[in-house]
């Protein structure tokens, strides 16, 4: 049979009489498919020998070749097997410092018709080879369509482990890579001209639902919400922002850049702009990876007439730029020129201004858990602990050191609250004192005449108990018509609940 003899000739190394005689029986039945699976295996064999940079042209003469055979659709082996020899090359290029995205483009366009099986470990190999030259390559996601991320394999979703360290699974670097892409925006040429590089808005909606069941299904994959919260601001869509970034934000609530990301969410005279920003200055990060970030926040203290605060920032961008040879921005260069500037003078750093903005920062990242209005009962000064109300279900008490200053009984508040209760005790996330008209079930206002018995020194209006202190620091008499305020309060001897007047108005 001529097909196993051109195999005997490949696999003996005669590459040259095994294409002869593969040539002779194509060229006698044409549409033979045993003599086109013949010379495919012989161009692949050729494909092996040519895939490296030095042999470019000859290797893509093969691909043609096999294009040329126009194999059916089922005839997967051999384009399988030659998947590995394009990675292979495909490789090479990528680790070059600098990668000819033409040779790439050529490989792209010479494979799209190629019948590879999907999924497949030798169709992930392809994709591996092309990702590894997604960064700068303008093409990319146009390959990413094409190679379609439903055809990773179940490996492919799984990390991997390198020199002991390890490495983010390829289908997370593959999501990852695919936003970065959507986000730099694609330049688009009309009648001739190269027009700016703009985001594709149709086609970031159309890629979210897919990240969104990524970040659904692997909840261990870091960064896929990050880039939710990216494409999201590049919609415009602050409030969804700020609902899918919070998980993630909190994960990595000690890095910089996640709030200054989380800055960008708000507009420039939002005052949760310059919390972010002064919380990501607040974290210990070198100087040189704060530049960006402190040019931010110093145009709005400028706005503010915070002069010597932006004096302040504007030296250690400078400070940074000067000391790694970078070239000062035109912005910063105005700054300095500006009388202001000249007439201020700097600060050491800007850490109590930092400090102001650490609690509203802080705050943002709970804004996904409900507040809860609750009532203060007791306050104890010396250890920073109130007593609080809610209801009959909802009682105890909590610190709240450095989130609110001076609390008093009776004082409506508004808590986060971290998790349920431990002997009585409530971890909380913020505390804030509420609006004038916020409403709290264990609080009302009464009014009627004292009823007192004798010898008692306690008395009642209705149902609210009025405890002696406050009969004697109003000098209130039986029968006297007072009004007040009564929070509701557990009789801890008896296990009954109660109101108890913690304030009198008319006397």
């Known amino acids: 049979m001529p097909f196993k003899e051109v195999r005997e000739l490949r696999k003996s190394g005669k590459l040259e009489e095994a294409l002869t005689m593969a040539n002779q029986d194509l060229e006698k039945e044409p549409a033979n498919i045993w003599n086109k699976r013949s010379i495919a295996w012989v161009y692949h064999?050729?494909?092996k020998e040519y895939a490296t940079k030095e042999y470019f042209e000859k290797f893509v003469d093969f691909i043609n070749k096999i294009k040329a055979l126009e194999l059916p659709v089922d005839e997967k082996m051999v384009f399988d097997t030659c998947a590995y020899q394009i990675g292979k090359l495909i490789f090479s290029f990528a680790h070059d410092e600098h990668t000819d995205y033409y040779k790439i483009n050529i490989l792209f366009e010479h494979i799209k018709d190629f019948h590879f099986t999907k999924p497949s470990e030798s169709y992930s190999f392809l994709y591996k080879a092309f990702h590894k030259c997604y960064k700068n390559w303008t093409n990319y996601l146009q390959f990413a369509d094409w190679w379609d991320f439903d055809n990773f394999s179940s490996?492919?979703?799984?990390?991997e482990e390198f020199k002991e360290k390890q490495i983010m699974s390829i289908v997370e670097q593959a999501y990852i890579a695919y936003s970065k892409k959507l986000l730099e925006g694609e330049s688009k040429e009309v009648e001739g001209f190269i027009l700016p590089k703009a985001i594709d808005k149709a086609k970031i909606k159309e890629f979210l639902p897919k990240l969104e069941v990524i970040i659904e299904n692997h909840p261990e994959y870091q960064y896929p919400p990050y880039f939710?919260?990216?494409l999201l601001l590049a919609l415009g869509d602050e409030k969804d922002v700020l609902t899918n970034f919070i998980p993630f934000a909190k994960k990595k609530r000690n890095d910089f850049w996640v709030w200054e990301l989380l800055a960008d969410t708000f507009q420039p005279e939002d005052v949760r702009k310059m919390a972010c920003l002064c919380k990501a200055l607040s974290l210990k990060t070198p100087n040189e990876y704060l530049i960006n970030t402190r040019q931010k926040l110093t145009e709005i203290l400028i706005k503010q007439n915070k002069f010597q605060e932006a004096k302040t920032e504007i030296e250690k961008i400078l400070l940074a730029r000067n000391n790694n040879d970078w070239k000062i921005p035109k912005q910063i260069s105005e700054w300095t020129e500006?009388?202001?500037?000249?007439?201020?003078?700097s600060q050491k750093d800007n850490f109590l201004l930092y400090k102001q903005y650490l609690k509203s920062a802080e705050?943002?990242?709970f804004t996904d858990i409900p507040e809860e209005t609750v009532v203060i009962?007791?306050?104890?000064?010396?250890?920073?602990?109130?007593?609080?109300?809610k209801d009959k279900s909802k009682h105890g008490f909590f610190g709240y050191s450095g989130m609110i200053e001076k609390p008093k009984i009776g004082d409506l508040i508004n808590v986060r609250f971290n998790g349920e209760k431990q002997d009585g005790f409530y971890k909380v996330l913020s505390i804030k004192n509420s609006s004038n008209d916020a409403v709290c079930?264990?609080?009302?206002?009464?009014?009627?005449?004292?009823?007192?018995r004798e010898p008692a020194s306690f008395g009642f209006v209705e149902d609210v108990f009025i405890e002696p202190s406050l009969i004697v620091k109003h000098e209130l008499n039986k029968n006297d018509l007072i009004k007040g305020k009564a929070i509701l309060s557990l009789n801890k001897k008896k296990n009954e609940w109660g109101w108890k007047a913690i304030e009198i108005f008319n006397k």
Do not use: T
């Open 45 to 47: 064999d050729y494909l």
């Open 155 to 159: 490996q492919d979703y799984l990390s």
């Open 228 to 230: 939710k919260a990216k």
């Open 338 to 345: 500006q009388s202001w500037y000249k007439s201020n003078a």
């Open 363 to 365: 705050e943002i990242l």
């Open 377 to 389: 009962e007791f306050v104890n000064e010396n250890k920073s602990i109130v007593n609080f109300v």
């Open 441 to 452: 079930n264990a609080i009302k206002d009464f009014q009627g005449n004292l009823k007192m």
